[in-house]
C-alpha cells in the first residue's frame, strides 16, 4: 500500500509503503524533481541515527526529502526494528530487504546503501552483505558512523563533554548486539556483521563515501575504515570539516549532507575526487 504526499518548497513526492518479507519494513520513498518529472540518478537506501534505539523514517523525514531534493536520487528511508525489542541483526535485515526492494524498483540504474550515525553503521555492514552475497552496490554513504564496539579511537577522549559520549556509545552497542553470535548469518548462510571491522576482508567492497566532522568522536572510527578500505583497494572519498557536530545531518543547511548529495551527483566518478 502507497501513500502519496508533496513536500513543502522541495521538488519531492514521497509516499509510505510497507515492504513484504519475513517481517513487514515500513519505508518512505522520496523521488526528486516531479515537477519537470526529470529521471532519478538511482535509488538510495537510507538508515537514520539514533543508537540502533531511537528515530525513525518519520522523525528523519527532512533529512531524506532534503537529500533526494539536492541529490536528485530517489530516497528509500527504512523504518527498520529497534533495540533492544530488537536486537541485532533485526535492524540489518530490514535494510537488506529495502535494498532487494530498491534493486527491483530502479530499473537499471544505480542503487547505494547510505545512513547517518548508527545507521551508517547498519549500511556499511549491508555493504559487506550484499558483497556476499554478489549483489553490487554503486555506494556506501555514510554520515559519521561509529564502527567500533569498544570506542577506542583518540577522537572520543579529546572532549569528554561532546555528544556522543564513549561511555553511552558503549552502552547502545550492547543493547543493539546482545549476546548472541558474532557475526550471526541469515538463512541463506550469509554473515550479518555489526561492524565492518569485524570482517575478515574488505576487498571488493562498494566504494565508499565518509562524512565526519573533525571534532565528532566518531571521527577516528571513519578514519580508521578509510584506511581500511584503502588497503583493500575501495575506493575511499572521506570528508572531514571543521564545524559539524554528531547529528549534523539533521539539521537545516546541513553541510555534511550537502556534502553527500554532492557526491551523488557525482557518481559514477572516482570517489577519492569526490570531495577535493
Known amino acids: ?88 541483526p533485526a535492524a540489518l535485515l530490514d535494510v537488506l530487504t529495502a535494498l532487494d526492494w530498491a534493486r527491483t524498483q530502479a530499473d537499471g540504474t544505480r542503487v547505494p546503501v ?27 554513504v555514510l554520515a559519521y558512523p561509529p564502527l567500533d564496539p569498544a570506542c577506542t579511537a583518540a577522537s572520543y577522549r579529546r572532549d569528554t563533554a561532546a555528544f556522543p559520549a564513549a561511555a553511552d556509545l558503549r552502552r547502545a552497542w550492547r543493547l543493539w ?17 555489526s561492524t565492518p571491522f569485524e570482517a575478515d576482508s574488505l576487498d571488493g567492497l562498494a566504494p565508499a563515501l565518509l562524512a565526519a566532522g573533525r571534532t565528532d568522536p566518531v571521527a577516528g572510527d571513519a578514519e580508521r575504515y578509510a584506511r581500511l578500505l584503502r588497503a583493500a583497494h575501495v ?23 550537502r556534502h553527500l548529495a554532492g557526491a551523488l551527483r557525482t557518481l559514477p566518478t572516482h570517489v577519492e575526487d569526490v570531495f577535493s
Request: hydrophobic share 40%; charged share 15%; proline share 8%.
Open 1 to 88: 500500500m502507497a501513500s502519496r504526499h508533496a513536500v513543502a518548497s522541495l521538488s519531492v513526492e514521497w509516499e509510505t509503503r510497507t515492504l513484504t518479507a519475513s517481517e513487514a519494513v515500513p519505508v518512505r520513498v522520496y523521488r526528486p524533481d516531479t515537477s519537470t518529472r526529470a529521471p532519478s540518478a538511482g535509488w538510495l537506501v537510507w538508515a537514520h541515527g539514533g543508537s540502533w534505539q531511537y528515530g525513525s523514517a518519520a522523525d528523519w523525514h527532512g533529512t531524506t526529502a532534503s537529500l533526494a531534493a539536492l541529490s536528485g536520487w530517489t530516497v528509500v528511508s527504512v523504518d527498520y526494528r529497534l533495540a533492544p525489542a530488537h536486537r541485532h
Open 235 to 257: 575506493p575511499v572519498g572521506l570528508f572531514q570539516p571543521s564545524g559539524p557536530e554528531h547529528g549534523d545531518v539533521l539539521l537545516p543547511g546541513s553541510q555534511l549532507l
Open 114 to 140: 547510505g545512513g547517518d550515525s548508527a545507521g551508517g553503521t547498519l549500511a556499511a555492514c549491508a555493504a559487506l552483505a550484499s558483497r556476499e552475497r554478489g549483489r553490487p552496490l554503486a555506494a556506501q
Open 177 to 193: 548486539r546482545g549476546a548472541g553470535p558474532t557475526p550471526p548469518s541469515a538463512g541463506d548462510g550469509t554473515r550479518l556483521h
